[in-house]
């Protein structure tokens, strides 16, 4: 299997999701890439499977085209989207949730979040330090 130890973070960041109520159903999903090879390869959840029943061999393995790679079932239909942020950002990890139509409990009103909500995917995506650090812009 491909990039074991990828997906296990891969895994337990979209375990994660579930377990924090970002993302109702199977909706929404965390990725990870892997660049030490000769061409970067993405790990992403695959479509419609559940978080609880989720494995590491579930997951599956493309390139940055969305290619699969390594695995059986369908990459999750947000992978274009996490693809192009890893083309367009390199330094960069992506996670995409449905934005809620309502707060989790304990958290600020609902007029946070309007009635259309639902049909919004939110992208979240986190950007890595550079090794060396470049001089802030003049």
Request: glycine share 6%; aromatic share 6%.
């Amino acid at each position: 299997m491909l990039l074991e130890s990828l997906r296990e973070q891969v895994l337990h960041a979209n375990q994660e999701i579930a377990r924090r109520g970002l993302a109702p159903h199977t909706f929404g999903n965390a990725s990870g890439i892997d660049r030490a090879g000769s061409e970067p390869l993405v790990v992403i959840k695959p479509s419609g499977v559940d978080y609880a029943s989720l494995t590491p061999a579930d997951l599956v393995v493309t390139d940055l085209d969305g290619k699969i790679v390594e695995g059986s079932l369908n990459p999750s239909s947000d992978l274009d989207t996490h693809t192009l942020l890893y083309r367009e950002f390199p330094r960069s990890a992506a996670l995409s949730t449905p934005t809620p139509s309502s707060p989790p409990p304990g958290r600020r009103p609902a007029a946070r979040y309007p009635a259309w909500a639902p049909l919004t995917p939110t992208i979240f995506t986190v950007r890595f330090p550079s090794p060396s650090p470049s001089p802030p812009p003049k």
